[in-house]
Every structure is written in C-alpha cells, then in structure tokens.
Nanobody, 122 residues
Framework: QVQLEESGGGLVQAGDSLRLACATS????????TGWFRQAPGKEREFVAL????????EFADSVKGRFTISRDNDKNTVYLQMDSLKAEDTAVYYC???????????????WGKGTLVTVSS
C-alpha cells in the first residue's frame, strides 16, 4: 500500500504561482509513475501532468502546457507540480496519483492522495 499526501494548495490571484508537493512514506515513490489530476466542482476528474518513475518522460494536459512543470526529487521521495501563470479555471482539488501505467486516465492509477485545494481568484 502506498500512502500519498499532497501539500501546497491555497488561495492565490490570477497570474500567481504555486508549487504542490506529493510525498509518500514507506514505499519509495520513485518506484512508481506519478501523476497529478484535478477535479473542479461539478466536473469529472481530469489529467494534469505525469512523470515516469525514472523522471525521463513528462506529459501535460493541453490546458496547462507551458505553465505547469512536474519534477521529482527521489532523495526526498517527493514529486512536485510547479504551477505558474495560474488562471481562475485552474481552480480545483488537485490529486496526486501513483501507479505502474503511463496513462492520462484516472482508472489506470492505483494509489491516490486525498487532494489539496487550489483556488485562483480573478
């Protein structure tokens, strides 16, 4: 079992930046591909970004390309989502996920955190 915990959410203004972190205890996070998803009120959970277990490949949703970056620090067992130039439409609960498949579909991910709320005011 992998326990994931997100942190770094908050209330910011449009154009600001935030960095989310996803950490785990016990199992090594670098053993898993790691992704970020988000869910806005009344909407389905959607893919944001992922990084492969070795860190050599990243993917992003079109809506965040050029604004968000994903990275991992295996020494700290943590994956980061750097979010720049935030927009009101980025407002959502952001979830960290880990698993063995490289996929933008939530159903393919095995482990989930409880989420952290990001609110962007316009």
């Amino acid at each position: 079992q992998v326990q994931l915990e997100e942190s770094g959410g908050g209330l910011v203004q449009a154009g600001d930046s935030l960095r989310l972190a996803c950490a785990t205890s016990g199992r090594y996070l670098h053993a898993y591909h790691t992704g970020w998803f988000r869910q806005a009120p009344g909407k389905e959970r959607e893919f944001v970004a992922l990084i492969t277990r070795g860190g050599g490949r990243t993917e992003f949703a079109d809506s965040v390309k050029g604004r968000f970056t994903i990275s991992r620090d295996n020494d700290k067992n943590t994956v980061y989502l750097q979010m720049d130039s935030l927009k009101a439409e980025d407002t959502a609960v952001y979830y960290c996920a880990a698993g063995g498949a490289v996929s933008n579909a939530p159903r393919h991910w095995n482990y989930w955190g409880k989420g952290t709320l990001v609110t962007v005011s316009s």
